[in-house]
């Protein structure tokens, strides 16, 4: 059987990405001097890190419960196989060039949010639609698959 590894992102994301048939690079991490990425992780369930921050009644920030994700932004999965090319997070950090205290930051970040940087990995390619096995959209008790398998 094939692995799958996921890449997990809002509704209104994967509009724009159905919409252009490819999983694009973040240009937004050039802005901040990194290599840009597309990550994927491999938790089946939820990537903690792609849930959104809010601020909460007493003014702290913090993580949107999986309910609150799925209620105001949607969750939807892309999967593509596990392969070679997939760099992991511990790799990243030489292949990206990144400084050591951002590196260190993000980790933390993500580890406090929930996430294991084992699970993490990334590509600094697009990925065609043709390469997608799968798409799949959380329907609040579980993922629906809403693309047919290759």
């Not at 990144?98 to 970040?109: K, R």
């Amino acid at each position: 059987m094939t692995e799958i590894i996921w890449h997990y992102t809002t509704l209104a994301h994967a509009e724009m990405i159905f919409k252009d048939q490819l999983l694009k690079v973040s240009e937004a991490e050039r802005k901040f001097g990194l290599k840009p990425a597309i990550w994927f992780s491999k938790n089946p369930h939820w990537e903690p890190t792609a849930t959104k921050n809010v601020m909460d009644s007493n003014g702290q920030i913090r993580s949107m419960t999986i309910e609150e994700q799925y209620e105001d932004f949607g969750m939807i999965r892309i999967g593509i196989k596990f392969t070679d090319e997939l760099v992991t997070w511990a790799k990243y950090k030489h292949v990206s060039k990144i400084q050591p205290t951002l590196y260190a930051n993000m980790e933390s970040v993500g580890i406090k949010k929930g996430g294991k940087p084992t699970d993490w990995y990334c590509l600094f390619k697009n990925i065609p639609s043709k390469d997608w096995e799968t798409v799949e959209q959380f329907d609040g008790k579980e993922w629906v698959n809403i693309i047919k398998s290759r």
